[in-house]
């Protein structure tokens, strides 16, 4: 990994804690699944400080793909700008700025990560499972750290017909679901 982006996470992990920021085996496995997949195009919703953006976009900079971030918060917005310029990704990152699921989205992705307001999840699964590709993954994060929260994803997710979903006890607890 690009010396910069180190540098950027690892400063992330000393000091981003107040803004939530995912577990750092949480970062290592969407980054080696957007390497071992060869996932082009990602939507996150919940950008933050850029923490989980820029372990993602490090992977889109290996399979030539993109990474579209969003996020409401103007003062987190700006930090994960400044972040991702210092990690040196800006080119594989478009921000959006926008309360989620009311925003335009721009693209069909191979992955949806949500790592929101977690009551908030069904409608971001609802609208923007009309922008996934087929075989396309959708990762919940705090699937288990928001249970109760995430009751009713939980209970979308594994009646839908159209996902095969599983949870896994990775950091926080993430719902996995591919589009069949
Ligand atoms: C848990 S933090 C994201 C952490 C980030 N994914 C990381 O690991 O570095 C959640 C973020 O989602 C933003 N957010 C919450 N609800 C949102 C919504 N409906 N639309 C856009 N952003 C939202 C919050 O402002 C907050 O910054």
């Known amino acids: 990994m690009d010396k910069k982006v ?3 996470l690892k400063k992330l992990e000393e000091t981003g804690h107040e803004f939530w920021i995912i577990p750092h085996e949480t970062g290592e ?5 957007i390497r071992e997949k060869n996932i082009k195009c990602v939507l996150e919703v919940g950008t933050s400080i850029g923490y989980s953006g820029i372990w993602m976009a490090e992977a889109l900079s290996h399979t030539g793909g993109k990474l579209y971030t969003l996020e409401s918060h103007n003062e987190r917005f700006e930090k994960a700008k400044n972040h991702f310029e210092e ?3 800006t080119k594989y990152i478009t921000q ?3 309360h989620a ?4 989205i721009p693209d069909m992705f191979d992955l949806l990560f949500l790592d929101a307001t977690k009551i908030e999840y069904v409608s971001y699964i609802k609208t923007f499972l009309f922008h996934m590709k087929k075989g396309g993954v959708i990762v919940a994060d705090n699937a288990i750290s928001h ?3 995430l009751a009713e994803y939980e209970k979308y997710i594994f ?5 095969k979903s599983e949870l896994n006890t990775l950091g926080t607890g993430i719902f996995i679901s591919t589009i069949i």
């Not at 496995?29 to 699944?33: K, R």
């Not at 009646?159 to 996902?163: A, G, R, T």
């Open 87 to 89: 990690a040196g990704l």
């Open 96 to 98: 959006l700025k926008g």
């Open 159 to 163: 009646n839908s017909p159209q996902l």
């Open 147 to 149: 249970r109760k929260e």
């Open 6 to 8: 180190e540098k950027t």
């Open 29 to 33: 496995f969407l980054n080696n699944l």
């Open 101 to 104: 699921p009311d925003i335009e």
